[in-house]
């Protein structure tokens, strides 16, 4: 029997639910976005060099979450589908087994990050000050990285139970932290007033973050240990290893992980082409690049909160309401992103300038503003039909997908466009939309021949 407090997402109105359990991890994905755009935001009013190295940096943090990706996708189908079926034990063992490898696969990713993060800011800049920023910044933010990889798989441990509002409250109470302290710790007197600060700099923002991360993660770990959430976790059982459990995460999941990282490799060698037009190109990019997620977040909270309606329902051999969900979550999700493409798409200078530091923004720049809109509506559309994949656990399609999308359209238009072309940095954008209609198409027909419906886990 389902919890009292928790809803059953095996009857009643499919479109209904998507949205009750979606709407709060929105809110809570939205607000987690805010962390990013809230440091990018400060760290315009020190200079551009300060936002190019947040920028690599987040493009190097991104290459190690390849390590939660894996187990962080599998957990989703795994968790729903078990507690779908009424799998009480089954359910715990999972969500135990999963908080265990996110642990010890966030130590080995800080380990091997922090060791090589100096020269990676060197292989993509020559300019000393970003790699000074990008290392004061950085070096924080690897240590506190198994906090970051722990604090997702709890989110998703709530949400896969049916509880979306518990994760909400933590990403808010997180958020607005962070938006409290990242002020106070990075400047001697905050921009615009005449309140003092701390004066840390990049270190402050840094600590800001990760401070808030922490905080937020203790809480729910707190609940799931004392019993307060749908599933009760007992520390003792984290690092005791159920070889079955063991197996389906990484297989279930090694498809999402090598997506990740072949996505996170082209994005890499995207911005070393971005970096060949100077740091003002690489500054404008990591902007453009948070206010594309900042866009797709309510597509993201829809894809996770219909992924786990349909493994539930495919774990409670409804696949009815399955096909049902993913229909509904991709105009849903459409709809949603569509209100946040559409000031991109109007006010584009304006959104760049603020975070710019209030200067003035050039063409290059409104550019790819104009580009990004548009794509905003594309990568809704993939959100939408991914929910397929990612509740039922047959990931493969969404890597194919991906590998066409990134590496057969956008990295080989790149490529030419600047080293053999000698384009302009407008060429440069175009790729990124194309890569994503690549993608869509990619993603669509697999969604289409696919036995997504037949797969469980």
């Not at 389902?2 to 929105?26: C, W, Y």
């Not at 922090?114 to 000050?129: C, I, R």
């Given at each position: ?161 049916g ?35 701390l ?49 389906k ?14 996505r ?45 309606i349909?493994g ?7 696949p ?6 993913v ?29 710019m530091?209030?200067q ?51 990295i ?46």
């Amino acid at each position: 029997m389902f919890p009292k407090h928790l809803e059953d997402l095996t009857t009643g109105s499919v479109n209904a639910q998507i949205l009750r359990l979606s709407f709060p991890t929105m809110i809570g994905m939205l607000l987690q976005a805010v962390y990013d755009l809230v440091d990018m935001l400060w760290i315009g009013f020190i200079n551009p060099s300060a936002i190019a190295a947040a920028t690599l940096f987040n493009t190097f943090f991104w290459m190690v979450e390849v390590l939660n990706e894996i187990v962080g996708t599998s957990s989703v189908s795994l968790i729903s589908q078990s507690y779908g079926a009424n799998d009480t034990k089954r359910t715990q063992k999972i969500v135990e087994q999963v908080l265990g490898f996110k642990f010890v696969l966030a130590v080995i990713g800080a380990l091997v990050l922090g060791a090589s993060l100096k020269t990676l800011f060197q292989a993509f800049t020559s300019d000393q000050s970003v790699i000074a920023f990008g290392m004061e910044y950085g070096l924080i933010r690897v240590c506190f990285l198994p906090f970051f990889f722990s604090s997702y798989s709890v989110n998703t441990i709530f949400r896969c139970t049916g509880d979306g509002k518990t994760p909400m409250k933590l990403m808010v109470g997180a958020s607005l932290l962070n938006m409290v302290a990242d002020p106070l710790l990075m400047f001697e007197t905050i921009p615009g007033t005449s309140l003092k600060g701390l004066g840390w700099g990049m270190r402050g923002a840094a600590i800001a973050t990760v401070g808030s991360i922490t905080l937020a993660f203790t809480v729910g770990m707190i609940l799931l240990v004392t019993g307060k959430a749908a599933v009760r976790v007992n520390p003792r059982n984290l690092f005791r290893l159920d070889k079955e459990i063991a197996r389906k995460l990484f297989s279930i999941g090694l498809p999402s992980g090598l997506n990740l990282l072949l996505r996170n490799l082209s994005i890499a060698m995207f911005l070393r082409l971005v970096a060949l037009y100077g740091t003002q190109a690489i500054a404008i990019a990591g902007i453009v690049f948070r206010v594309y997620s900042f866009g797709m977040m309510p597509g993201w909270g829809l894809m996770m909160g219909s992924g786990i309606i349909i493994g539930q329902n495919l774990g409670a051999g409804k696949p009815d309401r399955a096909l049902r969900a993913v229909r509904l979550s991709t105009v849903d999700c459409v709809l949603f992103v569509g209100l946040l493409a559409l000031p991109v798409m109007l006010f584009p200078g304006q959104i760049l300038s603020i975070f710019m530091g209030g200067q003035p923004v050039g063409p290059e720049g409104l550019l790819i503003m104009r580009i990004i809109g548009p794509a905003l509506l594309i990568g809704a559309a993939m959100s939408g039909m991914g929910a397929a994949f990612t509740g039922s656990g047959r990931n493969h399609p969404l890597l194919i997908a991906s590998i066409v999308g990134q590496w057969g359209v956008m990295i080989p238009f790149a490529l030419i466009a600047t080293l053999v072309l000698n384009g302009p940095i407008l060429w440069l954008w175009l790729a990124i939309l194309f890569g994503d209609v690549g993608e869509l198409a990619t993603r669509y027909v697999l969604y289409r021949k696919s036995d997504w419906l037949n797969h469980r886990v």
